[in-house]
């Protein structure tokens, strides 16, 4: 079955540290996306990619980096640089560039600093 | 500037009732509009979709309607049960650019 993982499901980092969420797509996909889930706040862009090797900055892309080497696969990373990276992070693909064929979502990670 | 607004961030209904989730839109360019449900540490679903050219879709309980003049779309659910209980999302498309989401509404269904 096709679909988007997204691993770990939970994460837990030190302040100061970066970590790297992961994202990968077998629907053959070209955009992929990345969005951040705080309570109230509903789904916030961090990064968008429409096609390999080319991505974008969304509305809160501070302290994020990503990478689009492979189709597949889309990691963001949350540098030390992020003042509140604690959130739920989902990552989502759709076919083409653009909201007409709608998002495949991934179950999410959970990101906690401690 | 919030171009997708759900204005209600929580919504009970008795199971068996109607539930009604709206949405409000800014931009007049947007011409497809989707709702998805979200369940907690999960990531959201696809529900149910509106073209502008329509005014009305029907899905099962789901039903989407649209109105263009008001720049308002709501999502009826028919008759409720406790498994809607989620958050539901809005969100909205034009000219082949990204998708932009509400804030969210959450649903809670009491049997």
């Known amino acids: 079955d096709g679909g988007i993982t997204q691993s770990p499901k939970y994460l837990f980092r030190k302040e100061g540290q970066n970590v790297t969420l992961s994202c990968e797509q077998n629907l053959n996909h070209d955009a992929m996306y990345w969005y951040r889930q705080d309570p109230g706040q509903g789904l916030r862009l961090i990064y968008y990619?429409?096609?390999?090797?080319?991505?974008q900055k969304g509305d809160i892309a501070e302290g994020y980096s990503v990478s689009r080497e492979k189709k597949e696969s889309f990691p963001l990373t949350v540098t030390s640089a992020q003042k509140n990276p604690t959130a739920f992070y989902l990552c989502a693909s759709s076919p083409r560039q653009g909201g007409y064929h709608g998002y495949t979502f991934g179950s999410g990670t959970r990101l906690t600093v401690v | 500037d919030q171009q997708v607004k759900q204005n209600s961030p929580s919504l009970s209904v008795q199971e068996g009732r109607i539930s009604i989730l709206n949405c409000d839109y800014t931009n007049s360019m947007f011409d497809y509009f989707l709702w998805y449900k979200k369940y907690p540490a999960e990531g959201p679903t696809f529900l149910i979709s509106?073209?502008?050219?329509?005014d009305k879709n029907e899905d099962g309980r789901f039903t989407v309607f649209l109105n263009k003049s008001a720049k308002h779309l709501s999502l009826h659910i028919v008759p409720s049960q406790p498994g809607d209980s989620a958050v539901y999302f809005c969100a909205a498309t034009g000219y082949g650019n990204k998708l932009v989401f509400g804030a969210g509404t959450i649903l809670r269904v009491k049997s």
């Open positions: 990619s429409q096609i390999v090797n080319d991505f």
């Open positions: 509106i073209s502008s050219i329509k």
